[in-house]
């Protein structure tokens, strides 16, 4: 099965810029769904950004035009850029997997309850 790991967490000033990696190990099918989510404690996971295998991505309205999410197939690695920082982007941030996908997907969902594999997170604090 797949495993996850994230890092690049941290803190930063709004305004700022932090960069998120995920990891992947084990498993790697060739048509899957990479996801970034996060979650303050006491609300609902929310689907930030998400790219499928062949590089289609998907974005949340809240992060468009500040995140960008990007992956590095050779390295089993996803990525997600985050500019123009907002203490509202303050969360513990999750990346997930959905391995494999059916065939003929062609975007990836933004709800957390259609993937099956979860890195353990990383937080972000943004003052």
């Known amino acids: 099965h797949v495993q996850l790991v994230e890092s690049g967490g941290g803190s930063a000033q709004a305004g700022g810029s932090l960069r998120l990696t995920c990891v992947a190990s084990g498993y790697t099918p060739s048509r899957y769904c990479m996801g970034w989510f996060r979650q303050y404690p006491g609300k609902e996971r929310e689907g930030v950004a998400a790219?499928?295998?062949?590089?289609?991505?998907s974005y949340a309205e809240s992060v468009k035009g500040r995140f960008t999410i990007s992956q590095d197939t050779a390295k089993n690695t996803v990525y997600l850029q985050m500019n123009t920082l907002k203490p509202e982007d303050t969360d513990m941030y999750y990346c997930?997997?959905?391995?494999?996908?059916?065939?003929?997907?062609?975007?990836?969902?933004?709800?957390?309850?259609?993937?099956?594999?979860w890195g353990q997170g990383t937080q972000v604090t943004v003052s």
């Open positions: 790219i499928t295998s062949d590089g289609r991505v």
């Open positions: 997930a997997a959905i391995a494999p996908t059916r065939p003929g997907w062609t975007e990836c969902p933004l709800q957390q309850a259609a993937y099956n594999t």
